[in-house]
């Protein structure tokens, strides 16, 4: 075998156990790289109360209300099987909205109300002007 | 491709090339950005903020793709010891690393109106970050290896190795937002779901990605020729000295 193809083989090789190695220990990686437990998540294994954590998900429509002192608001953050009640006192981002993604930083008071200290906002992969959008992806905004 | 090992005929058509290039991308990509930024519509959800893609999108695509450069290259040099690899590979290296530094701090720019914040240890930004160290420890490496003394100085297969390897942060960082809960939303184009960007942003994103390529193509190919020029250079030097 001539040298050029026996150095091929071994470079190919070595590439696809490489790459073989990485992606099981990603996808190993999977609930440990996560950036933001779920609520069914929290459903199947509760964090800690006290512990801070980020909870994510989407903002339950209809869900958002503003307490009497004007600056805290309680929402609900839901997946397809679960819903967590958050509530959070401050700024949200312009992007926070009813039907929309969420990523609330906080701890578990009791095990189920979460308490936020921060709250960033999740917008999905879709771009499109304004005239597009129509009814089908509206989300409401929070004033 | 072993017909371009010879330095003067790759210089022949390299030469030319660079300049078309260069013109034809740069001029590609400030139209697209420009009708992008100025005329373009605003997004239903963010408004003019996602303006920025027209940058972020292109500089991330060639962020990955100079070290996609660098494997490739790096293959050809540990495999065929094609004599213009090595040279290709320490090209690629400056431009991508340009090129990732501009999508971070673009993504930094767009997330804290958006998201709400600068920066966050998510998949997605945490695996791009690393990206660019890759791309600064590259380069150390190719200087410190040429600068070396020794048998196999000049050749760079350390650095071409290390090409290889780090090759395999693309795929972590392009399944980083399927395979992990992220901040960063999921994929907006891909082969087999088409684009959930529409088409009126779509094209002139595509455009500035296309324009922003052939740019980064002049720019390999002109850091090519200075390296030749310099191997030349020092070369002639060393038999001037010698006589």
């Given at each position: 075998?001539?040298?050029?193809?026996?150095?091929?083989?071994?470079?190919?090789?070595?590439?696809?156990?490489?790459?073989?190695?990485?992606?099981?220990?990603?996808?190993?990686?999977?609930?440990?790289?996560?950036?933001?437990?779920?609520?069914?998540?929290?459903?199947?294994?509760?964090?800690?109360?006290?512990?801070?954590?980020?909870?994510?998900?989407?903002?339950?429509?209809?869900?958002?209300?503003?307490?009497?002192?004007?600056?805290?608001?309680?929402?609900?953050?839901?997946?397809?099987?679960?819903?967590?009640?958050?509530?959070?006192?401050?700024?949200?981002?312009?992007?926070?909205?009813?039907?929309?993604?969420?990523?609330?930083?906080?701890?578990?008071?009791?095990?189920?109300?979460?308490?936020?200290?921060?709250?960033?906002?999740?917008?999905?992969?879709?771009?499109?002007?304004?005239?597009?959008?129509?009814?089908?992806?509206?989300?409401?905004?929070?004033? | 491709?072993?017909?371009?090992?010879?330095?003067?005929?790759?210089?022949?058509?390299?030469?030319?090339?660079?300049?078309?290039?260069?013109?034809?991308?740069?001029?590609?990509?400030?139209?697209?950005?420009?009708?992008?930024?100025?005329?373009?519509?605003?997004?239903?959800?963010?408004?003019?903020t996602v303006r920025i893609i027209y940058i972020h999108v292109p500089a991330a695509w060639l962020g990955m793709a100079g070290w996609?450069?660098?494997?490739?290259?790096?293959?050809?040099?540990?495999?065929?010891?094609?004599?213009?690899?090595?040279?290709?590979?320490?090209?690629?290296?400056?431009?991508?690393?340009?090129?990732?530094?501009?999508?971070?701090?673009?993504?930094?720019?767009?997330?804290?109106?958006?998201?709400?914040?600068?920066?966050?240890?998510?998949?997605?930004?945490?695996?791009?970050?690393?990206?660019?160290?890759?791309?600064?420890?590259?380069?150390?490496?190719?200087?410190?290896?040429?600068?070396?003394?020794?048998?196999?100085?000049?050749?760079?297969?350390?650095?071409?190795?290390?090409?290889?390897?780090?090759?395999?942060?693309?795929?972590?960082?392009?399944?980083?937002?399927?395979?992990?809960?992220?901040?960063?939303?999921?994929?907006?184009?891909?082969?087999?779901?088409?684009?959930?960007i529409d088409a009126s942003m779509l094209w002139p994103l595509l455009g500035a990605a296309v324009g922003a390529s052939l740019l980064?193509?002049?720019?390999?190919?002109?850091?090519?020729?200075?390296?030749?020029?310099?191997?030349?250079?020092?070369?002639?030097?060393?038999?001037?000295?010698?006589?």
């Amino acid at each position: 075998m001539k040298a050029k193809n026996q150095r091929l083989i071994l470079i190919v090789a070595a590439v696809v156990a490489m790459l073989g190695a990485v992606l099981l220990a990603m996808s190993g990686l999977k609930d440990q790289a996560a950036y933001f437990y779920a609520p069914s998540d929290v459903l199947r294994s509760p964090p800690a109360l006290d512990r801070d954590v980020r909870l994510g998900g989407m903002v339950r429509t209809g869900s958002v209300k503003k307490l009497a002192d004007g600056v805290t608001i309680r929402f609900v953050v839901e997946d397809e099987r679960h819903a967590i009640p958050v509530e959070f006192k401050g700024i949200v981002p312009d992007l926070f909205r009813e039907g929309s993604g969420v990523v609330a930083e906080g701890k578990f008071v009791t095990p189920g109300q979460f308490v936020a200290s921060n709250i960033l906002a999740k917008h999905d992969e879709r771009y499109m002007p304004p005239q597009m959008a129509g009814d089908k992806h509206k989300t409401g905004r929070v004033s | 491709m072993h017909a371009y090992a010879n330095p003067a005929r790759f210089l022949k058509i390299a030469r030319p090339l660079t300049g078309w290039l260069g013109l034809v991308g740069g001029v590609l990509l400030i139209l697209c950005v420009v009708y992008g930024v100025l005329f373009g519509p605003a997004d239903y959800l963010q408004g003019d903020t996602v303006r920025i893609i027209y940058i972020h999108v292109p500089a991330a695509w060639l962020g990955m793709a100079g070290w996609s450069g660098i494997a490739i290259a790096s293959a050809m040099q540990l495999i065929w010891r094609h004599p213009l690899a090595g040279v290709a590979g320490r090209a690629c290296a400056l431009p991508g690393a340009v090129f990732a530094a501009i999508c971070l701090a673009t993504g930094a720019i767009w997330g804290r109106p958006t998201w709400g914040t600068w920066w966050e240890w998510d998949g997605r930004l945490t695996s791009m970050l690393v990206l660019f160290f890759l791309y600064l420890a590259y380069m150390a490496l190719s200087r410190a290896e040429r600068d070396a003394d020794g048998e196999s100085a000049g050749e760079g297969r350390m650095t071409a190795i290390f090409g290889l390897i780090g090759a395999i942060n693309l795929p972590i960082i392009h399944y980083s937002v399927l395979w992990w809960r992220t901040l960063h939303q999921g994929q907006s184009i891909s082969l087999m779901k088409g684009s959930s960007i529409d088409a009126s942003m779509l094209w002139p994103l595509l455009g500035a990605a296309v324009g922003a390529s052939l740019l980064f193509g002049a720019i390999v190919l002109m850091r090519m020729r200075a390296e030749l020029a310099e191997t030349k250079l020092e070369m002639r030097m060393r038999r001037l000295a010698a006589s």
